[in-house]
């Protein structure tokens, strides 16, 4: 038999996720981020679920979108970084992708198209995070020269900075300024990612971006958030091999956990090459028949070992969760000093994607 480890993608979960965030906005439209594989969940799997729902979706990259349309998405797509050479304007154009501009280097590509093959584009304002768009004093400057490339589709776009946090005033402020200057040059306006959509309604605009949400994400820091998420990906795998430790006895490379008493431990399908990951700490929790055991021992490259000394009978075979309904992605990222983000995009192609439907 192969080796059981999959990622398990729930389809329900992800049309649940992206209609209980877009019906928050319903004065606005909303679309799903499909970038870096979909979060890891297979972005032609999400993108297939959601296409009746969203309308549109985004991606990081023009490959990202390219990949969708051979897959025979149809849905216009956003590329979030624009374009990184001149001839992906073109590319753009002939696979009715919108690129969102953040320098002028790129709208000069654009200018050297021809007038009937550029793609639309929306403008990126850097109102605060520091990482890509026109300053809020030059976007006036630069809408105003390549006005000739805007279209009634243009859209200004900004990126909130710590919008899942509902105590940090800078929010507020980054909103604020980017509306004065948005205002001015009247284009409909793309603010809110999954956080903002839910915990800064004034930012839920024409478009709103819903990434981490649609995956069952955290989008909040508050405990009071009453938008329920549902996970997306159940990451299981199953016991390889079983044994008994003696107490004093240690486990796995460079031997960081010692059996204190008597115990058991059982090996499972799975380490940090396909995505598990490494930095997840001695007691990290798995589910196996039903209770919660521990990690036990360093993440290997393609197995872990796991304290199951407290749970009966468990034997090769047994299926294992890592992550999913049972044991939270957030949960397991805070053990391995990071977020779920990343841990839904790291798992690697060894690991096959699985789509249910209920
Ligand atoms: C520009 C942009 N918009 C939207 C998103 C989606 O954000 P989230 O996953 O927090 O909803 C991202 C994600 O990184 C992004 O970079």
Same mark, same amino acid.
């Given at each position: ?34 970038? *870096? ?186 405990? =009071? ?6 996970p997306?990906m159940t990451l ?9 430790? *003696? ?39 798995v ?34 969760e890592l992550w999913g309904?049972n044991v939270s992605i957030?949960e397991v990222?805070?053990? *391995? ?6 841990l ?11 789509? =249910?439907?209920?």
């Amino acid at each position: 038999m192969s080796r059981q480890t999959q990622a398990i993608i729930h389809a329900d979960a992800l049309l649940h996720n992206f209609k209980v965030l877009a019906a928050l906005a319903p004065s606005s439209q909303s679309m799903a981020v499909v970038k *870096a594989d979909a979060y890891g969940h297979g972005a032609v799997n999400v993108a297939r679920i959601l296409q009746h729902v969203s309308s549109r979706f985004a991606v990081a990259i023009i490959e990202e979108a390219i990949a969708l349309r051979d897959a025979g998405i149809t849905a216009p797509i956003v590329v979030l970084e624009g374009a990184h050479q001149i001839k992906e304007c073109k590319m753009a154009f002939q696979n009715n992708c919108i690129l969102v501009m953040h320098c002028e280097e790129q709208l000069e590509w654009l200018d050297k198209c021809p007038k009937d093959k550029r793609p639309h584009v929306w403008l990126k304002v850097d109102s605060g995070m520091h990482r890509l768009g026109f300053s809020l004093s030059d976007i006036e400057t630069v809408a105003a020269k390549y006005r000739h490339l805007l279209s009634d589709q243009t859209v200004i776009v900004t990126h909130f900075a710590c919008a899942d946090d509902l105590d940090n005033s800078f929010t507020d402020s980054q909103f604020t300024a980017f509306k004065q200057v948005a205002d001015k040059l009247g284009f409909p306006t793309s603010v809110a990612n999954s956080p903002a959509t839910v915990n800064w309604p004034e930012s839920r605009n024409a478009w709103n971006r819903l990434g981490v949400g649609v995956y069952g994400g955290a989008v909040s820091t508050s405990q =009071k958030c009453d938008t329920e998420v549902y996970p997306t990906m159940t990451l299981r795998s199953s016991v390889i091999a079983v044994r008994d430790i *003696a107490p004093g006895e240690g486990v796995g490379y460079g031997q960081t956990w010692v059996a204190d008493k008597p115990s058991k431990i059982a090996t499972v399908g799975i380490g940090y090459a396909d995505g598990y990951p490494r930095h997840c700490k001695n007691g990290t929790p798995v589910m196996v028949r039903g209770k919660r055991a521990f990690l036990a021992g360093r993440v290997s490259m393609d197995m872990i070992t796991i304290d199951v000394t407290h749970i009966d009978n468990v034997a090769v075979g047994d299926v294992v969760e890592l992550w999913g309904q049972n044991v939270s992605i957030q949960e397991v990222a805070t053990c *391995a000093d990071t977020i779920d983000y990343e841990l839904m995009t790291r798992i690697s192609q060894r690991v096959p994607r699985i789509v =249910k439907y209920l």
